[in-house]
């Protein structure tokens, strides 16, 4: 995406399980849910994270009883790890090094991140988060895999 253009960008992944840890301590854990990276532009604005946390709150990629991805996080009563990942908005449209112009600043993102959290518990969503801003080691194991890109435009 060129620099300048933003969209909420939210990487989906369904697990069995996810953790995060910070300087070698364990700081979250989830079991069967979804593992979300969330990267926040420069232009993102509060209705982006209301928008992508309805949107990631009643994503169909759980199965039913008949195998379909079909069910919601919410209807499996599963749990949401959210991480921050500004370079999720990574521009790589020149050259071979990403440049993450488009990115919001700590001081922007991590309010929209916290919103971003607080909509989707809104929503009856269980959700854990790792430590915004931090050098963060997180481990899954992908569930299928399945692995989905929302964007809030």
Same mark, same amino acid.
């Given at each position: 995406?060129?620099? #300048?253009?933003? @969209?909420?960008? /939210?990487?989906?992944?369904?697990?069995?399980?996810?953790?995060?840890? *910070?300087?070698?301590?364990?700081?979250?854990?989830?079991?069967? !849910?979804?593992? $979300?990276?969330? !990267?926040?532009?420069?232009?993102?604005?509060?209705?982006?994270?209301?928008? +992508?946390? /309805?949107?990631? @709150?009643? $994503?169909? &990629?759980?199965?039913?009883?008949?195998?379909?991805?079909?069910?919601? &996080?919410?209807?499996?009563?599963?749990?949401?790890?959210? &991480?921050?990942?500004?370079?999720? *908005? %990574?521009?790589?449209?020149? !050259?071979?090094?990403? #440049?993450? #112009?488009? @990115?919001? %600043?700590?001081?922007?993102?991590?309010?929209?991140?916290?919103?971003? *959290?607080?909509?989707? @518990?809104? +929503? !009856?969503?269980?959700?854990?988060?790792?430590?915004?801003? /931090?050098?963060? %080691?997180?481990?899954?194991?992908?569930? #299928?895999?399945?692995?989905?890109? +929302?964007?809030?435009?």
């Amino acid at each position: 995406m060129p620099e #300048g253009n933003g @969209a909420l960008k /939210a990487l989906v992944q369904r697990v069995n399980w996810a953790r995060v840890n *910070v300087s070698g301590r364990e700081v979250s854990s989830t079991g069967p !849910g979804m593992l $979300l990276l969330l !990267g926040v532009a420069e232009p993102d604005q509060e209705k982006d994270t209301v928008y +992508l946390a /309805a949107k990631t @709150a009643s $994503l169909r &990629i759980f199965e039913d009883q008949e195998g379909k991805m079909n069910l919601s &996080i919410r209807e499996t009563g599963g749990e949401v790890l959210v &991480i921050s990942q500004f370079t999720l *908005v %990574a521009d790589t449209s020149r !050259g071979n090094r990403p #440049g993450f #112009g488009s @990115a919001a %600043a700590p001081e922007r993102a991590e309010p929209l991140y916290e919103q971003f *959290v607080r909509e989707l @518990a809104g +929503l !009856g969503v269980k959700v854990k988060t790792g430590i915004f801003g /931090a050098d963060m %080691a997180v481990s899954l194991e992908n569930d #299928g895999p399945v692995t989905i890109l +929302l964007e809030s435009k």
